[in-house]
């Protein structure tokens, strides 16, 4: 077997290895808390037809696909015709031998094929295939949107199916008003249905929610997508279903060990392509290790962040040690697998200040995301109060502005683009539509990784310890910002597009930005007259102490004298920061 042939699993981890030692200024001994990223790639064989299961072993995908046909999928009617051309679509791309069932939503959900009242899947096969197309099409509209139900029926049908990857595509163009209607409430199925299966979920038409498909997508541990124009919605399908196809690895577990007496494992999620909160189950008895499951890889690069508390008591300054080992399974596989050896998470305690407080640039630019999110959601919730909230809503886009434009994200400032008056103004645009904030909330939810420091940035002192300078290796993620609906509009949504939007403001924040407020300003700060981060705002730059660190003056956090962003409890700006 040469190595071409074998299915590459690769791990490398990122952090600074510093923590400080001494107490915090007000003397209490608080919980230390190491951030490490975890960069985990897959490469399958090239040119292999991965979705092929092994001999023996059945379909390797059992997919669901269910269909909204609420009555408001009839206005217009091209919402229900183009969700019955982009489910015959996925049918006919499955592969003989795929289990696979068609529902269709309301109240509650039936099985459109094999048929009502079906508890098991059809298999693909030509006249299977043609027998599914016809039921399709021949959907109708009517009736309400309770989501929970229709989830609650795909799990059932995929309870019992063997095949490695067990897959959910929803599409809505609703908001699951009549969720009191089900027999179980959405949260209550998304608990039943976490492990059980992945399910990706599309936004079509002009009422969808989407923190609903978000929600249901980060416990799911698949994407919410949407499309601006319904005949979009067939290639979207075609595009999803051969990434499916194209699945290299079922499902991957990352085995996390504490080595280190006091050492806990507080939290673990992925950060990239998107966040998504991972839940431990037992590593099997005995033993300190406990495991979180990713699932269905395809040729991909993903990042997550874990997060431990540990104890420097009886420990020497300078002494790095290793916290915790990260390991990678990769059960049931029938292929050959390479994969990586496990590696350490460490500590290094630290007197210096000026080191513990160096953050790796994975944490912070999760960070930035997070605030960018944030900021967007603030918009949002301010334009929906009309005159009221205007002056709320333009500061919070200001913000969001700001952050894309530090993050160097090139799709998120064209999403933002689409909702700003003009570039550089930090004025949301007039006539805008609930559902282009529907489109902006998604495009803020998805993530990329920072780019590859130079080696010149990363000498002595730089606070990386020897896992590696910066940022995580292999910054250029495929897919990483998701191709689908998520994107921003194109311009003839009004505004200016993203290709425009990226190149009239792209910069440095404060540079690029065109007047954008700071990147994390108070919602209630009057906010026009405040300087972008960096730029020595009102009140002239802060002082640098003799030891070479700047003093935040609302938590009084030390940083290096060139933060741009308090890395304290407060998190805010700092604007006077010495350029």
Same mark, same amino acid.
Do not use: M
């Given at each position: 077997m040469t190595v071409a042939e074998e299915t590459e699993v690769t791990l490398e981890v990122g952090q600074r290895t510093e923590l400080p030692a001494l107490p915090d200024p007000a003397g209490h001994h608080r919980e230390r808390e190491m951030h490490a990223i975890l960069e985990i790639g897959v490469r399958g064989p090239s040119g292999a037809a991965r979705a092929a299961p092994a001999p023996g072993t059945g379909s390797a995908l059992a997919e669901v696909l269910i269909v909204d046909t609420s009555r408001s999928m009839l206005h217009p009617p091209a919402k229900l015709h183009a969700a019955k051309d982009a489910t015959v679509a996925a049918v006919r791309m499955l592969p003989s031998g795929t289990a696979f069932a068609v529902l269709a939503g309301r109240f509650e959900a039936t099985v459109v094929h094999p048929g009502p009242g079906s508890q098991v899947l059809a298999v693909a096969r030509p006249g299977e295939r043609e027998a599914a197309e016809r039921a399709v099409r021949l959907l109708d509209a009517d009736g309400g949107t309770a989501i929970g139900a229709w989830l609650d029926l795909a799990r059932r049908l995929l309870k019992d199916q063997p095949a490695p990857v067990k897959h959910v595509l929803l599409l809505t163009d609703g908001r699951n008003e009549h969720d009191h209607r089900s027999r179980r409430p959405l949260e209550t199925v998304l608990d039943a249905c976490a492990g059980?299966?992945?399910?990706?979920?599309?936004?079509?038409?002009?009422?969808?929610?989407?923190?609903?498909?978000?929600?249901?997508?980060?416990?799911?541990?698949?994407?919410?997508?949407?499309?601006?124009?319904?005949?979009?919605?067939?290639?979207?399908?075609?595009?999803?279903?051969?990434?499916?196809?194209?699945?290299?690895?079922?499902?991957?577990?990352?085995?996390?060990?504490?080595?280190?007496?006091?050492?806990?494992?507080?939290?673990?999620?992925?950060?990239?392509?998107?966040?998504?909160?991972?839940?431990?189950?037992?590593?099997?008895?005995?033993?300190?290790?406990?495991?979180?499951?990713?699932?269905?890889?395809?040729?991909?690069?993903?990042?997550?962040?874990?997060?431990?508390?540990a104890d420097p008591a009886g420990r020497e300054s300078g002494e790095e040690l290793q916290l915790a080992a990260v390991e990678i399974t990769v059960p049931g596989v029938r292929r050959p697998l390479r994969l990586p050896p496990p590696r350490p998470i460490l500590v290094r305690w630290t007197d210096d200040p000026l080191d513990a407080s160096r953050q790796h640039p994975g944490v912070r630019r999760h960070e930035l995301y997070q605030r960018a999110s944030a900021a967007v959601a603030q918009a949002y919730r301010a334009w929906l109060r009309d005159a009221d909230g205007r002056e709320a809503a333009d500061r919070a886009l200001a913000r969001a502005l700001a952050l894309a434009a530090e993050l160097g994200d090139a799709q998120l400032l064209g999403a933002l683009r689409l909702i700003?008056?003009?570039?550089?103004?930090?004025?949301?645009?007039?006539?805008?539509?609930?559902?282009?904030?529907?489109?902006?909330?998604?495009?803020?939810?998805?993530?990329?990784?920072?780019?590859?420091?130079?080696?010149?940035?990363?000498?002595?002192?730089?606070?990386?310890?020897?896992?590696?300078?910066?940022?995580?290796?292999?910054?250029?993620?495929?897919?990483?910002?998701?191709? *689908?609906? @998520?994107? $921003? #509009? %194109?311009?003839?949504? /009004?505004?200016?597009? !993203?290709?425009?939007?990226?190149? =009239? +403001?792209? &910069?440095?924040?404060?540079?690029?930005? *065109?007047? @954008?407020? $700071? #990147? %994390?300003?108070?919602? /209630?700060?009057?906010? !026009?007259?405040?300087?972008?981060? =960096? +730029?020595? &705002?009102?009140?002239?730059?802060?002082?640098?102490?003799?030891?070479?660190?700047?003093?935040?003056?609302?938590?009084?956090?030390?940083?290096?004298?060139?933060?741009?962003?308090? &890395?304290?409890?407060?998190?805010?700006?700092?604007?006077?920061?010495?350029a």
């Open positions: 059980q299966f992945v399910c990706d979920a599309w936004g079509i038409g002009d009422d969808w929610d989407a923190e609903l498909l978000l929600t249901i997508t980060r416990r799911l541990h698949g994407r919410a997508r949407a499309v601006r124009r319904e005949s979009e919605l067939t290639a979207a399908y075609e595009e999803l279903i051969a990434g499916l196809l194209g699945t290299a690895v079922p499902e991957l577990r990352i085995r996390l060990t504490p080595t280190t007496p006091g050492t806990v494992i507080r939290q673990v999620k992925q950060v990239v392509p998107n966040e998504q909160e991972l839940r431990p189950v037992p590593a099997g008895p005995g033993g300190r290790a406990t495991e979180y499951v990713t699932r269905a890889w395809g040729d991909e690069v993903r990042h997550f962040q874990v997060v431990l508390t700003e008056s003009a570039p550089g103004t930090g004025r949301i645009r007039p006539g805008l539509k609930d559902v282009d904030w529907q489109h902006l909330i998604l495009s803020s939810a998805l993530t990329t990784p920072p780019e590859q420091p130079s080696r010149e940035s990363s000498g002595p002192g730089a606070g990386t310890g020897r896992q590696g300078a910066g940022g995580p290796v292999g910054a250029g993620v495929p897919g990483g910002r998701d191709g *689908g609906g @998520a994107a $921003p #509009a %194109d311009a003839s949504a /009004g505004g200016t597009g !993203p290709g425009e939007a990226v190149a =009239g +403001g792209a &910069g440095p924040v404060g540079t690029g930005a *065109g007047g @954008a407020e $700071p #990147a %994390d300003a108070d919602p /209630g700060d009057p906010g !026009p007259d405040h300087a972008a981060p =960096g +730029g020595g &705002g009102p009140g002239g730059a802060l002082p640098i102490r003799p030891d070479g660190l700047i003093e935040c003056p609302d938590c009084r956090w030390l940083g290096p004298a060139d933060s741009v962003y308090c &890395g304290g409890d407060c998190g805010r700006p700092l604007r006077g920061a010495p």
